[in-house]
């Protein structure tokens, strides 16, 4: 049996279903719901690898790469990273960036009040006197409201990864997942870094 149809109304606003009974949408169906989740990518990533953090532009960070393909028309999307690790200074800043089909990357998470300074991100390295062996963990979180539907069309690939700057004159480097002085033994501790993309119906 099939029915299509439009739209589906009832007259006390509500739809019953009857106990027992299971929808079906099949291998390509789907129930779109106002604010719902649609799609859901991640990456955990583990390696103890080192990346730039200069001063005159945003470095992305590679290994940090979500990618997502979008199923709705005028969706947005809810990004969030937890980065651990270690600069050899307090002094930078972690950005969010995006591209499309592998395409360029651009900057879209920083503070928009100051534009993209070399001091400007979503989040800054802890205050710590010992650039050596304590690590420390830090949160990007960012709202991608509605990327546009010509650029970011249903069925096109939007990667999603973090970056980072130094926030003055001085060329730094962030270790991921390690000290800034050992790769990892006794007091010198390895983490986790982690981060999820999620689809949201409009």
């Avoid at 979500?66 to 005028?74: D, L, P, S, T």
Wanted: charged residues 15%.
């Amino acid at each position: 049996m099939e029915i299509i149809v439009d739209t589906i109304q009832s007259d006390n606003g509500t739809l019953q279903i009857a106990d027992g009974t299971q929808l079906d949408f099949g291998n390509d169906g789907s129930l779109i719901l106002p604010g719902s989740v649609v799609n859901f990518a991640y990456v955990e990533y583990d390696g103890r690898t080192g990346t730039s953090c200069p001063n005159n532009t945003y470095t992305t960070i590679p290994q940090m790469e979500i990618e997502i393909q979008r199923k709705v028309a005028g969706s947005s999307f809810h990004v969030v990273f937890m980065i651990n690790g270690e600069c050899t200074s307090h002094d930078h800043v972690v950005s969010i960036h995006r591209r499309v089909n592998g395409g360029g990357w651009s900057v879209i998470g920083y503070n928009t009040d100051v534009g993209t300074q070399r001091w400007s991100g979503v989040n800054h390295g802890w205050y710590d006197r010992d650039n050596n062996s304590t690590p420390y963990n830090m949160s990007a979180v960012w709202y991608d409201s509605t990327p546009s539907n010509s650029t970011f069309p249903v069925g096109s690939t939007i990667s999603y990864t973090v970056g980072t700057r130094s926030a003055n004159s001085g060329n730094r480097t962030f270790w991921i997942n390690r000290t800034d002085s050992r790769i990892g033994q006794n007091a010198y501790e390895n983490m986790v870094s982690t981060g999820y993309v999620m689809e949201i119906a409009p």
